[in-house]
């Protein structure tokens, strides 16, 4: 099939390199989470304050 003839001729390196990426992306984007004021809205309230806290996982 042709769709599959992009990740066939793909050098071994690229693995790698989208490893890393998506590394840092995920870095990146965890510490402005952690930075935004919306978390630090929810952590100040009290414990018990929320039920559940639902998040979104990624890689």
Known sequence: M???RFFDKRPF??????FFLL???GKEACNMTLR???LQTVMK???GYYD???L????
């Open 45 to 47: 309230r009290k414990a």
């Open 36 to 38: 935004s004021e919306a």
């Open 2 to 4: 042709y769709v599959y």
């Open 13 to 18: 390196y690229k693995h790698f390199i989208e």
């Open 56 to 59: 979104e996982q990624f890689n």
């Open 52 to 54: 559940v806290i639902i």
């Open 23 to 25: 590394y840092e992306w």
